[in-house]
């Protein structure tokens, strides 16, 4: 079992830039990908970036190219979204998660079930 705790989210303004922190425990996720999502108020949950357990394979969503940077420390447990440029497009609650396997390098959202309770990102105009 694998128990994620997302923190860093805040009200920020337009252009302005935001940290995200996804703490793992429970178990190491040193061999498995992980991902962050985001879902606003009346939307869908959506793919923002992925990245493999190694760190040498990342995707990100159209959106944020360019704009934002996913990385991980395996050696703390810990994954971390680097967010610039933001927008108020970008206002959500984020979520970090974890797939079904190990190694599963995937951006579909269904195939994570390892869920954090996710941290609120509000951008102003």
């Known amino acids: 079992q694998v128990q994620l705790v997302e923190s860093g989210g805040g009200l920020v303004q337009a252009g302005g830039s935001l940290r995200l922190a996804c703490a793992a425990s429970?178990?190491?996720?040193?061999?498995?990908?992980m991902g962050w999502f985001r879902q606003a108020p009346g939307k869908e949950r959506e793919f923002v970036a992925v990245i493999s357990d190694d760190g040498d394979n990342i995707e990100y969503a159209d959106l944020v190219k360019g704009r934002f940077a996913i990385s991980r420390d395996n050696t703390r447990n810990t994954l971390s979204l680097q967010m610039n440029d933001l927008n108020p497009s970008d206002t959500a609650l984020y979520y970090c998660?974890?797939?079904?396997?190990?190694?599963?390098?995937?951006?579909?959202?269904?195939?994570?079930?390892?869920w954090g309770q996710g941290t609120q990102v509000t951008v102003s105009s």
């Open positions: 429970g178990r190491t996720v040193n061999n498995w990908a």
């Open positions: 998660a974890a797939p079904r396997l190990a190694g599963y390098f995937t951006t579909d959202l269904n195939n994570y079930i390892y």
